[in-house]
């Protein structure tokens, strides 16, 4: 928008109307129970390997890449440790409070 300041109050409207069409639309209930589902912290790490242009094999501080897909992936047993919120926090700059 070219005038922000001046169409704020639409804006906010429109906004508004669109979260709750996609909260409630049929065509993304599924999309929206997968991102309920979704673990937050993964979702970061995810998020910050593409930025990265990172793969498995680049995060030495969850172990091997075999490790690294497991959690990435959700299996069974496989999380994030408080460890490796630590160090991944480190490494990228950021709170490792985020991937609780």
Known sequence: ???????????????????RWED??????DFNAAVAETDT?????K???DQHG??????????SKGN???IL????GKKLTRKHMEALGKRFGVPPVLFF
């Open 1 to 19: 928008m070219d005038d922000y300041d001046t169409n704020k109050f639409l804006i906010e409207i429109l906004a508004a109307s669109i979260e």
């Open 24 to 29: 409630q639309a049929a065509e993304f209930s």
């Open 41 to 45: 912290g993964i979702a970061l790490l």
């Open 47 to 49: 998020t910050l390997m």
């Open 54 to 63: 990172l793969g498995v094999a680049d995060l030495p501080e969850l172990g």
């Open 68 to 70: 690294v897909s497991k």
């Open 73 to 76: 992936n959700g299996a069974e």
